[in-house]
């Protein structure tokens, strides 16, 4: 076996490790099949050596192909040669389009003797092919110092080859294969870079082989699949932090608009953001403090007056499980971040509403809703107030001790839950979501508050978006959060 010097090949990484160089190629996915005719002699022997050991673990980052050391399949993965009958190939390469489309993990060492020579020769004669035994490898079928593997070899085609610069006597005449020796100069006067194997001792192969014929054993592609995770980790089902439930994915068209809507798996909080979560966040430095007092576009002093009242720490909301309110988006995002979440966009929102593939009017069904499916002003004596004593701060004044008015602690609706426990959907305080249309971001809010008299904005997809802006706070406004399933 010989190999030429008249194109250079650097390895890179470890000194004793082959290494293809970085090129112009997709960093996190090599192509399916890959030629490595521009590997030195010694890089060569190394993999020709590691397959017969067993299946060759090796690692692809950020366009370099390395072998492994220390890494091995554990028994019953190996190659079995199968023989085919003689193919002949031969590639000329012009620029450097042609070089990266043919070449493309080696085309950066070969890239100077193009330039240099105007034209790459490859001539490759093909005799069979090693194929593994296992179409794939889990993580934990290999052995050895294998963390940095991310692929393994399952293919590797056979035979013999030669690659030439220069242009004189390649187009339009005949293909000479093994015309010089290695570093030489063949017949035509083109110079000789790389070469491995020999084509008479190819011509002597037989479909009956059980080895390459002897001289006719060069590797010339290999194919590679991804190492897959361990069993265990492959039958895990995804998972969401503890207080989160897990929303199936799916696609539907939305009440309001009529549009169509896909949506991968997410987990959502089970209930809203409560006072004493988010006062965790503000004592971390993470988040402003909730506010004392609301601001909204156009609110009068006296709906102002009975709105504070309603804010945390206010003299009608003392309680750490109510829900956080009197925030903006703003301060709602940053809770979310810190716990590494996100806000709900308002697909989300009412993906949850509407229990997903179910479709009911309300999250918990069909069933009208009740003081015990939702905290609000349709089934409670709060509405009667208002109607007794007109002006909001008499209202106020009239409340006798014991009165339920505003909202109440987060999770206190269990029957009010969607299929998967997902409370206070609807009810308790409108919720900030996020939404985006030509590129133009809103700030809406959903899911209708403690004090929602109206009915038609209690149903699944009750989503807010007049006259609020990012910089509202009000006293019937929270939040709660959604991640990525684990």
């Not at 890494?71 to 450097?96: E, F, M, R, W």
């Not at 989300?348 to 009208?368: I, L, Q, V």
């Not at 007794?388 to 009165?403: A, E, H, I």
Request: aromatic letters at 8%.
């Amino acid at each position: 076996m010989g190999c030429g010097g008249g194109l250079k090949n650097k390895a890179v990484g470890p000194a004793e490790v082959p290494s293809l160089g970085e090129v112009k190629c997709d960093p996190s996915k090599p192509p399916d099949d890959l030629l490595i005719v521009e590997w030195d002699g010694a890089s060569r022997a190394k993999l020709e050596a590691q397959l017969r050991k067993g299946v060759v673990p090796v690692r692809y980052d950020a366009c370099k192909l390395t072998l492994v050391s220390g890494c091995q399949p554990k028994v019953g993965a190996h190659y079995v040669y199968a023989p085919t009958n003689l193919k002949q190939d031969k590639l000329d390469i012009h620029d450097s389009n042609e070089l990266y489309a043919s070449i493309p993990l080696g085309a950066a060492t070969l890239a100077g003797e193009l330039k240099k020579s105007g034209q790459l020769s490859l001539q490759m004669a093909i005799t069979g092919r090693w194929d593994s035994n296992r179409t794939s490898l889990t993580r934990d079928e290999i052995d050895g110092v294998c963390e940095q593997a991310t692929h393994v070899i399952t293919g590797i085609t056979a035979g013999a080859f030669q690659m030439t610069a220069g242009a004189e006597g390649s187009v339009g005449g005949k293909a000479e294969v093994m015309g010089a020796g290695a570093g030489g100069v063949s017949k035509s006067g083109k110079q000789v870079g790389r070469r491995d194997g020999d084509e008479e001792a190819c011509k002597k192969g037989s479909l009956d082989d059980k080895l390459p014929p002897a001289g006719c054993g060069a590797l010339l592609r290999v194919e590679l699949v991804p190492i897959l995770a361990p069993k265990a980790e492959q039958k895990k089902e995804p998972s969401c932090p503890e207080g989160m439930a897990l929303i199936p994915g799916g696609s539907y068209k939305r009440q309001e608009s009529g549009q169509e809507a896909s949506l991968a798996p997410f987990c959502m909080e089970k209930t809203e953001v409560s006072v004493g979560a988010y006062g965790e966040c503000t004592k971390a430095g993470k988040c402003k403090p909730l506010s004392p007092t609301g601001t909204f576009p156009g609110i009068s002093e006296d709906e102002k007056g009975w709105r504070n009242a309603f804010c945390p720490g206010g003299r009608l909301n003392t309680s750490p499980n109510a829900p956080a309110s009197c925030l903006d988006w703003d301060m709602a995002v940053s809770y979310c971040w810190w716990k590494g979440r996100r806000l709900p966009s308002d697909v989300e929102f009412e993906w949850a509403a509407r229990g997903g593939p179910s479709a009911t009017k309300y999250p918990w069904g069909n069933d009208e809703p009740s003081n015990a499916h939702l905290c609000s002003s349709l089934n409670e004596d709060t509405r009667g107030w208002r109607e007794r004593f007109g002006p909001w701060q008499s209202w106020l004044d009239g409340l006798k001790p014991g009165d339920r008015v505003g909202s109440c602690e987060v999770g206190t609706r269990p029957k009010g839950a969607n299929p998967w426990g997902v409370q206070d959907l609807l009810g308790n305080v409108w919720e900030w979501v996020w939404s985006e249309k030509d590129g133009v971001k809103t700030y809406p809010v959903a899911g209708a508050g403690w004090n929602t008299g109206n009915a038609s904005y209690v149903h699944a997809a009750g989503i807010w978006t007049a006259n609020w802006s990012a910089d509202s706070r009000l006293s019937d406004t929270g939040f709660r959060c959604v991640a990525a399933p684990r």
